[in-house]
């Protein structure tokens, strides 16, 4: 997740005096060789531990290149290689996720006069952010003490996850318009609400599941964590991956 750490792993065996580097593929910029760092920019520096400064086959060499506040820009391919021939490398895909809101649904909502809507608003909150979501209808906020009358909004936040719901009782049409949730510290979600007088048509109903499973299919794939090994006759080479996920 933006603005936290990554860490990218190489663990090497029988290194045998061989060095290891780490190259940002977008550039070819080579970050780092051995426990030396190679950048201007001090959110990167390359953490070596193991037998990486002596010669000694039985203990496993880490070479840990670790970006302190992870920017969105960081995202990409980077590479850790070893100065064999052929040359051993093993690539890595970082990806760093920028929190925001999010509201579950199609964008677009009919809701019928005299009923209850309800809007669930939910994200991924950066682990100092504060527990409070504002609700606004077009341009005036949602309070549960305003001339409206019958809102309701109940939040909760387990751990870094936070859900609001925002509950309006009996709609009409001056009800309909612009609706946005805007969490503390991350931007904010919207939905636009029309109030019909007649039960929602069939097409509508089967437009909004058919974009309910593409929202949910996207969510699937919002967590990065790769596992990889290598063997080589000369040498053992195992790589690890650990970055921020929305999940």
Request: glycine share 6%.
């Amino acid at each position: 997740m933006e603005g936290e750490p990554a860490t990218l792993q190489c663990v090497v065996s029988k290194l045998r005096g061989r060095s290891v580097s780490w190259i940002r593929q977008r550039d070819l910029h080579v970050m780092s060789a051995n426990d030396l760092t190679f950048t201007s920019d001090d959110r990167f520096k390359v953490i070596c531990s193991g037998s990486c400064k002596v010669v000694n086959d039985n203990i496993a060499s880490s070479f840990t290149l670790r970006v302190l506040k992870a920017l969105r820009n960081d995202s990409g391919v980077y590479e850790c290689q070893v100065n064999t021939r052929p040359k051993l490398s093993r690539a890595f895909n970082l990806s760093v996720v920028v929190p925001a809101a999010r509201i579950p649904g199609p964008k677009e909502l009919f809701i019928k006069s005299g009923s209850t809507m309800v809007l669930t608003c939910v994200a991924h909150l950066h682990p100092d952010a504060l527990s409070t979501v504002e609700w606004m209808h077009n341009n005036t906020q949602m309070t549960i003490s305003g001339a409206r009358g019958g809102v309701s909004i109940h939040t909760e936040k387990a751990g870094r996850l936070l859900s609001s719901k925002l509950s309006v009782v009996r709609v009409a049409p001056d009800d309909a318009g612009n609706y946005t949730c805007h969490p503390d510290t991350v931007p904010p979600a919207s939905a636009t609400v029309f109030i019909v007088d007649e039960d929602v048509p069939a097409a509508m109903h089967h437009d909004s599941a058919a974009r309910r499973g593409h929202f949910t299919s996207g969510l699937l794939q919002a967590a990065l964590h790769t596992h990889l090994a290598l063997h080589t006759s000369s040498s053992t080479f195992y790589s690890t991956c650990v970055a921020s996920s929305l999940l």
